[in-house]
């Protein structure tokens, strides 16, 4: 419901459903994670953050969990421990794409362009359908990627 009513661009009932799945399953990091998502979509980079580490806590290494704090840290300009996230995520999941479109938003972040390149590269190579950075790249990152990028098979 939560996430129907926040896809409709209804944030505050969808934050109420958030709060009834924390308080259903205090132990659980859904709730939390979905108010972290909720709370940054409204601008509230501090609630966001506080919500992604509650869910953090409870999920150390679930992949959607740790990739939503990395995005939130970064968006909170804590970038050196976005870095660290990133690194853990590589760690405990080194096939998903979701982990080296982390490091290459950690390394767009820092002016690092050749790294977030190479981590865009091998996003892709996991995924080929994973667009959702290369979209939000800066212009000089993405025309070369897609230039160059030929898909397998």
């Known amino acids: 419901m939560a996430v129907a009513l926040f896809k409709l661009g209804e944030?505050?009932?969808?934050?109420?459903?958030?709060?009834?799945?924390i308080h259903a399953n205090p132990a659980g990091e859904w709730g939390h994670r979905l108010r972290s998502v909720?709370?940054?979509?409204?601008?509230?980079?501090?609630?966001?953050?506080?919500?992604?580490?509650?869910?953090?806590?409870?999920?150390?290494?679930?992949?959607?969990?740790?990739?939503?704090?990395?995005s939130t840290l970064l968006r909170a300009g804590r970038v050196k421990e976005a870095a660290q996230g990133a690194e853990h995520?590589?760690?405990?999941a080194p096939s998903s794409p979701l982990s080296y479109?982390?490091?290459?938003l950690v390394a767009l972040r820092q002016n690092r362009w050749i790294e977030a390149e190479i981590h865009c590269r091998a996003m892709l190579r996991i995924n080929p359908l994973s667009y959702a950075l290369l979209s939000a790249a800066p212009n000089?990152?993405?025309?070369?990627?897609?230039a160059s990028w030929k898909p397998s098979g």
Do not use: Y
Not at 40 to 62: S, V
Not at 101 to 104: D, G, I, S, T, V
């Open 11 to 21: 944030q505050r009932p969808a934050l109420h459903q958030a709060s009834l799945a």
């Open 38 to 70: 909720i709370l940054l979509e409204k601008g509230d980079i501090r609630g966001a953050l506080e919500a992604a580490q509650e869910a953090a806590a409870r999920a150390p290494n679930d992949v959607k969990v740790i990739h939503n704090l990395i």
């Open 89 to 92: 995520l590589r760690r405990i």
């Open 101 to 104: 479109e982390a490091l290459a």
């Open 140 to 146: 000089g990152c993405r025309k070369p990627l897609r």
